[in-house]
């Protein structure tokens, strides 16, 4: 039995459920685009851009550099000669550097020395003749040899610890400086310049390559020869009266 229908109550508004137009669908042939409604809106903000965005111009330190090499040391050093093509050091031609195989491997001789002046990158300095004299204070390294002196009537500088060298200054006995590297290349250093003085060979460390460079004094003295190149000798720490002996370093010319 159906239920009785009543009329609507006059006093009570009735709420019809709206139903929202389907948009009509363009004919097949046409181009027409239907209108962005509410629906494609929250399409288009939900759905994935999988395409590759178009690449500018890079903007970035890193990316300026990207796909380039790496610089090398040398490459950002001023341009000097290597050891194999100067025949020998002179006031026309002073410099000479050495690469990294020749600067951190083996040990650099100097022969025909007759006296060494030596710098560390803590400034600690000293100096030793020929004979034996020393004076400031000897760097010691971890392998218990010394930093640069004498070895075998020969200047000695030993590169696997050549991080810590600052420089070098070695005054010749009589005759030119020769100075060999570990693979066998060797240069020489004129003993006088076109005005009579005297050749000496500066050796100084540009981060992990080694500068040889020919320099000319008038100067004959041990002391006066070290000062003009601001070679100031440290004093050498006394090691204690038990352990005998003289301590190193107090030798003097």
């Known amino acids: 039995m159906a239920p009785p229908s009543r009329a609507p109550r006059p006093d009570i508004n009735y709420f019809t459920r709206r139903k929202r137009p389907m948009p009509s669908l363009p004919a097949a042939g046409t181009n027409q685009t239907a209108a962005p409604g509410p629906d494609n809106n929250m399409v288009s903000?939900?759905?994935?851009?999988?395409?590759?965005?178009?690449?500018?111009?890079p903007?970035?330190?890193?990316?300026?550099?990207?796909?380039?090499?790496?610089k090398t040391l040398a490459s950002r050093m001023f341009s000097a000669p290597a050891i194999e093509e100067v025949g020998h050091l002179s006031a026309r031609n002073p410099l000479v550097r050495l690469n990294a195989r020749q600067?951190?491997?083996?040990?650099?001789?100097?022969?025909?020395a007759g006296a060494v002046a030596w710098e560390n990158d803590d400034l600690i300095t000293g100096a030793e003749t020929l004979?034996?004299?020393?004076?400031g204070s000897r760097i010691e390294t971890a392998g218990n040899r010394p930093l640069a002196g004498f070895h075998g009537g020969?200047?000695?500088?030993?590169?696997?610890?050549v991080r810590h060298l600052r420089r070098v200054l070695v005054i010749p006995a009589e005759g030119p400086l020769v100075v060999t590297t570990f693979g066998g290349s060797g240069i020489a250093v004129?003993?006088?310049?076109?005005?009579?003085?005297?050749?000496?060979?500066y050796i100084s460390?540009?981060?992990?390559?080694?500068?040889?460079?020919a320099e000319y004094t008038a100067n004959e003295n041990h002391d006066d020869i070290w000062a003009e190149f601001g070679f100031q000798m440290t004093l050498p720490v006394s090691a204690p009266e038990s352990a005998g002996?003289?301590?190193?370093?107090?030798?003097?010319?």
Do not use: F, M
Not at 45 to 57: A, N, T, V
Not at 59 to 70: I, L, M, R, V, W
Not at 154 to 161: D, Q
């Open 245 to 253: 002996g003289c301590p190193r370093g107090q030798s003097t010319y």
């Open 154 to 161: 020969s200047v000695a500088i030993a590169l696997r610890h």
């Open 45 to 57: 903000r939900s759905s994935l851009h999988l395409e590759r965005e178009p690449q500018g111009e």
């Open 190 to 201: 004129h003993p006088l310049s076109s005005t009579g003085q005297r050749g000496l060979l």
């Open 205 to 213: 460390r540009i981060d992990g390559l080694l500068e040889l460079r």
């Open 59 to 70: 903007t970035t330190e890193a990316s300026k550099h990207a796909g380039q090499p790496p």
């Open 131 to 135: 004979h034996g004299a020393l004076v």
């Open 103 to 112: 600067s951190g491997i083996g040990t650099l001789l100097v022969a025909g």
